[in-house]
C-alpha cells in the first residue's frame, strides 16, 4: 500500500525530534526512558534487565525500508501522543523511537514503530483512536543485549550493527547459541533528532535469554 502523505509524515517526524530535543535542553525535566540495570558489561555490548514496560506499536507491514518504515509508523504514533487519543490529550514525550524488525522469510519484513508509555499511566496510557491502527504492548521484564553506535541508523548499516551485536554476543555467551531469543528478530533504538549531526546515539537491542547468572529471568 503506497501511503500519500510523505510530506506531512516527514513534517511530523522532524517536529517530534524538535520537540525532543526542546526537552532535553539543560533545566528542562529530563525525558523519561524505559528503565534497567545493567547487569554486564563487555567491550561492545552491555546486558540490561529492563523493568516491565508498555509500548504504543504502529505495526508497518510488507515495508521494504527500515527508514521509511519508521517514518510510516511514526506518524501514526506522534498523532495519537498529540491529541488523537479517546482522551483527547496531550501525552509525554518520551524517548527512544524504537523499531522492531522480524523477517519471517528473507523476502520479507514486519516492522514495528514504538513510543515507550511513560510509567505515569501505570499501563493504562488513554487508548489511540482506531483509524491509527495502533496498538499498546506490554512487555515483561527481560535481558536485552545492547550495542551503541553513532551516527544515522539507516537501511545500510542496521544490518552490519546487528550481525556485529550477534557476533559479541556469541563471544561472550560462551559457546551458548540459544543466549538470543527470537532469532533474526532485533531492534534499533534512536535517541537523537535528525537534524542533530554530532555525536549521535542509537542501539541495536535483541531480547536475550542466556545470562541466568546474571539475574536475566528465562521464562
Ligand atoms: C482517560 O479517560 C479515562 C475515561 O474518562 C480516564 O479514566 C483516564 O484516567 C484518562 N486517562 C488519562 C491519562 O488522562
Ligand atoms: C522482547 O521480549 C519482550 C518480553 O518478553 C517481548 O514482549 C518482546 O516482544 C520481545 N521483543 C522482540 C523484538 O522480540
Known sequence: MQRQQPLFI???????WFL?????????????SPQYTVVRSEPGVE???YKESSWMSALVRG??????STKDGFH?????????????????ITAPVLTSITSPSPHESIYAVRLYMSANYGGASPQ????????LDK????????????????????????????????????????SIEGKGSYSIAQFNAPSRLSGRLNE???NVSGFAAEGCPSY
Open 139 to 178: 512487555w515483561r521484564s527481560h535481558c536485552v543485549a545492547v550495542k551503541k553506535f553513532s551516527g544515522f541508523a539507516k537501511d545500510d548499516n542496521i544490518n552490519e550493527e546487528m550481525e556485529a551485536l550477534v557476533t559479541v554476543l556469541g563471544k561472550i555467551s560462551g559457546g551458548k547459541p540459544d
Open 76 to 92: 501514526r504514533l506522534y498523532q495519537y501522543i498529540h491529541g488523537t487519543n479517546l482522551n483527547s490529550s496531550e501525552l509525554t
Open 204 to 206: 541495536v537491542w535483541m
Open 63 to 68: 515495508g521494504t525500508s527500515f527508514e521509511k
Open 10 to 16: 516527514s513534517i511530523a517526524y522532524y517536529f517530534y
Open 47 to 49: 546486558i540490561r534487565l
Open 20 to 32: 525532543l530535543f526542546l526537552a532535553l535542553l539543560p533545566d528542562s525535566n529530563a525525558i523519561e
Open 128 to 135: 489511540p483512536k482506531p483509524e491509527l491502527n495502533l496498538v
